[in-house]
């Protein structure tokens, strides 16, 4: 199959998004850009097109998709109730990086929800996206648009690394402003619960509805309290060399890995290093990519995917990164890395 790139980075063109439009609607596949990262995108209520979306990515088929929609009054179709606090949270985020989870109505096929009861969708905060959803029948079905394991795509090249020619098209919207995937709240549970840490914070949502839990399978460093989101147990985002996370101040952390880089070194091997624009300059070995600004934390993030990516393409033995427990999406972001690493950490 032959993937055709449509080019939107200088915004919506009418004619090719009508044409992605009807690929979705025939039952096709188009990936697309979101405010966070690009979706592969299939029309949620097909069993058929949800079962292409896992095969193109080689995802588990126990894994749920998100129903993206571009009106709110489209959630009435797919639920079974849409609770008072889904209205206010949708009013405060919505067009925007939040998803939230129902329970489903009959029309969600359980290919689409991986067997599940529950429905998760999100509104995107995007204009190519959102005129896709229109075009394509209101009811998109899409996770990132990686094959499964790798980094979450951040730019059309990326889909294309992975996914060129297993579907039929992608929507060329330039590099995403967020970076990392959306805040997930189940409102299935008595008390609202976030099931993946996002842009979206957990003050942010306690503002709008009040309560509101983290699922305590998120931070358990026991293996036995899984995670409720089933893709959360997956080891996600994982580079080709070992991750490992450096804790401390950041003189300790710099002195710690530059050993780590001179030792490598005499071994004739060479390390990867992921620093902030503040702290890049203070390594003297290995191969240095700053990631962003630890005092505009969003950089952080909309850099994270793709420098992991960067390093598959070299030659490291291994890859050091330090740590981005910055205040606002720290935890977010952190939640990503400790993952890539496989939960290596360690204390400088
Ligand atoms: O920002 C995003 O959310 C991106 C863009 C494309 O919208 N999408 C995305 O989808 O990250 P995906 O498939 O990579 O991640 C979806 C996550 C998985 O961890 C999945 O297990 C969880 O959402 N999920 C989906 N439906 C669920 C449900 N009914 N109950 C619990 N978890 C669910
Ligand atoms: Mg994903």
């Known amino acids: 199959m032959q993937t055709i790139r449509m080019d939107m980075t200088d915004g919506v063109d009418p004619g090719q998004i009508r044409l992605a439009g009807r690929i979705l609607r025939e039952g096709g596949l188009v990936a697309f850009p979101t405010e966070t990262v690009y979706g592969l995108g299939g029309n949620a209520l097909d069993p058929a097109a949800s079962g292409k979306i896992y095969a193109a990515k080689g995802r588990p088929s126990d894994n749920p998709l998100i129903v993206h929609i571009a009106e709110t009054g489209a959630l009435e179709r797919i639920t079974a109730r849409v609770p008072q606090i889904a209205g206010k949270l949708a009013d405060a985020f919505w067009p925007g990086p939040l998803t939230m989870i129902f329970h489903k109505s009959g029309c969600v096929p359980m290919e689409t929800t991986g067997g599940l009861e529950t429905v998760a969708v999100r509104m995107p905060a995007h204009e190519a996206a959102l005129e896709l959803i229109r075009q394509g029948g209101g009811y998109v079905a899409a996770p990132s648009a990686n094959t499964s394991g790798r980094p979450s795509p951040t730019k059309a090249a990326h889909v294309l690394q992975d996914l060129d020619g297993k579907i039929d098209a992608v929507i060329d919207g330039g590099e995403v402003g967020i970076g990392i995937e959306s805040t997930i709240v189940d409102l299935t549970d008595e008390v609202p619960t976030i099931l993946r840490p996002g842009y979206i914070s957990q ?41 490992v996370i450096v804790e401390g101040s950041q003189e300790a952390v710099t002195a710690l890995i530059n050993e780590r880089a001179q030792k490598a070194l005499a071994r004739g091997e060479q390390v990867g290093i992921i620093a902030s624009q503040e702290s890049a300059a203070g390594y003297t070995g290995g191969i240095v990519k700053s990631v962003g600004s630890r005092s505009n934390e969003i950089t952080i993030s909309m850099h994270l995917y793709s420098i992991l990516r960067e390093f598959d393409g070299l030659d490291v033995s291994e890859i050091y990164s330090e740590s981005f427990d910055t205040p606002r999406m720290g935890q977010a972001i952190m939640n990503r890395l400790i993952k890539a690493a496989g939960h290596q950490v360690i204390q400088a």
Do not use: F, W
């Open 203 to 243: 003050d942010m949502l306690r503002e709008v509805i009040g309560e509101v839990r983290m699922d305590r399978g998120l931070s358990a460093m026991d293996p036995a309290v899984r995670p409720k989101a089933p893709g959360m147990k997956y080891r996600h985002y994982a580079p080709r060399a070992p991750l």
